[in-house]
């Protein structure tokens, strides 16, 4: 059985730790051991886990005396447990300048999240290696009153007659690192299966595969590869490629700085396709892989393994039903879409990541003419320019090495009577945006290989979260392109800008995750909504939706709170575009009095979000 073992540096966190473990989901699955030990008396020959959990210094002691032989993870001393230790140093010896004693990890962690909400607390980082009095002895030099730290820490300042608080590891970091160790033991289980199911393929597969070192040597060598050569595998591995077979060194392999494929080999009387690929690093011959074919069996071979875009997208799921949300910016972007959706011209969808360009760009689909036809998305961003070229115009075969004896279809042939959605279109390659462009004015794409003309009556919305205006004056986007898209353009608004819609959007995915879940019924506390809606969202729905994902998870009370919601996000950063305090009420009048009372117009005028305008406004009682 899976286990755990914990190695910790004082018997309080005992109880903490067994609580924590026995209400983990997983329990029955794996075993749980607990050591008291001091760091410097741990010995490896006693440690019996396949996973070491510890704290502060014991765990980057273990770290470095382990070397790899085992995973340790550290129990992590969380913002919240160093605020816990603050107050309780606060309340026992008063309003005191502190000292944060403790190893590079938590300090990152404090500097971080917590430094602007803990104030009046000077930070010393120390190793398993530090002089941790000489330490102590800087910090209460320098006027800290008292010392906050791991249980070392602590005992070391009070033996030394100073004031000492623990940090006191909540059941919430045991729990978090107890995921972290399943997770790994998973990740394991997973990768020795995976390599089961390669060493399985390459042992079956009908084609030789030898690996070698960077001195040449084999090291693996499958049972193909073995017949072809008609030697014992024990005269075959350790031996250098020249000594077992030397036309497979016949060009230095560690001389070659790229593929070399097709050369062919004769190997006791047996004619061979020999492909050999170096492993480089640094421009550096570390490692090869040599495959053999023989010519008998070639004509037999297909390469299947491609990315194909074309197993999916061909239906649009959404329509304008989908999208959900009452402001002003939403239902006037809307209501442009539906309009868009009632002509057969290109458009061209415009927003920050995570707004929801394709649920725009599947709703005009579904209530457009074509609506019974293919809907066809590609990622323009998502696959390399030769494959990309060949899923949206198809290839014909013996167009390139791998082509489908049959050819292939690309997405255009496949979209034909009805829409093609090219997302992240400021991807695409310079050569590729000629190829569109010509699919553009033509109405008619030509398959990688061929010289036959096929008609397409597609119609095309293109996506970018970039600014595809700037590209053009850049040079890194077709300005004939642009236009040609830029017919019918639709700005889809961030979520700042729609924040009034908050409230629905969460409704509807907190109510979606608990029947996906079938987790109980969430309800929601109106108070926490001021507070959302006033945050900047730089990932937008998307971010929204997943926040809602993981209250969905993890609050077990029936109703969300703001103490849920500070529990699934990171403390709030101050907006970075304040406006000057110093004339800070005139400018707002002026911003205002210059649009006419348009609150959105002097947002932009000011350079600052919605929220932050309205809340100045409310600061100086213009509301």
Known sequence: MFTIEFILPYSNLGPAVEQAFNEHPQKHNMACRISFIAHDRVKSSEIKGDIIIARGLTAAFLNQMLKGSFTVLEIPMTGYDILRAKQKATKKFGNVKMALIATESVIYGFEEQMKDVITHVKTYEISFESDIAAVIRQAISDGAGAIIGGNEVVTMAEDLGYNGVRIETGRQGIRQVIDEAWKIHISKLEEELRVSRLNAVIENIE?????????????????????????????????????????????????????????????????????????????????????????????????????????????????????????????????????????????????ETGTGKELFAQSIHNASDRKNNPFVAVNCAALPESL?????????????????????????ELAHKGTIFLDEISEMSFVLQGRLLRVLEERSIMRLGHDKV????????????????????????????????????????????????????????????????????????????????????????????????????????????????????????????EIETKDEKENLLDALHKCGGNKSAAASLLKVDRSTLYRKLRKHNLL
């Open 207 to 351: 084609e030789g595969i030898i690996a070698c070192d960077r001195d040449k040597r084999i090291t693996l060598c499958n049972a193909f590869a073995q017949g072809i050569l008609g030697k014992p595998m024990a005269e075959i591995l350790g031996r250098k490629l020249a000594e077992i077979e030397p036309g497979l060194d016949k060009i230095p392999f560690n001389s070659l700085q790229k593929n070399e494929a097709g050369y062919f080999l004769t190997i006791n009387g047996i004619r061979i396709a020999v492909n050999r690929i170096p492993v480089l690093v640094n421009d550096t011959f570390e490692s090869g892989t040599i495959v053999l074919q023989k010519l008998s069996n070639i004509e037999k071979l297909e390469n299947e393994s491609r990315i194909s875009a074309t197993s999916k997208g061909l239906v649009a799921a959404h329509t304008f039903k989908s999208i959900i949300g009452s402001s002003p910016a939403l239902v006037n972007t809307k209501q442009l879409a539906i309009n868009y959706s009632r002509v057969n011209a290109n458009v061209l969808i415009l927003g």
């Open 388 to 412: 990309l070229e060949s899923e949206l115009f198809g290839y014909v075969e013996g167009a390139f090495t791998g082509a489908l004896r049959s050819g292939k279809a690309g997405l255009f």
């Open 454 to 577: 096929i008609p397409v009556d597609v119609r095309i919305i293109a996506a970018s979260n970039q600014n595809l205006e700037k590209l053009v004056e850049e040079k890194k986007f077709r300005q004939d392109l642009f236009y040609r898209l830029d017919v019918l353009r639709l700005s889809i608004p961030p979520l700042r800008e729609r924040s009034t819609d908050i409230p629905d959007l969460m409704e509807n995915f907190i109510s979606h995750f608990d029947s996906k879940n079938k987790m109980h019924r969430h309800m929601i506390d109106p108070s926490i909504f001021p507070d959302l809606e006033s945050r900047a969202w730089p990932g937008n729905i998307r971010q929204l939706r997943n926040l809602c994902e993981r209250l969905s998870a993890i609050v077990v009370d029936s109703i969300i709170t703001q103490k849920s919601i500070d529990m699934c996000t990171s403390p709030k950063i101050p907006d970075e575009q």
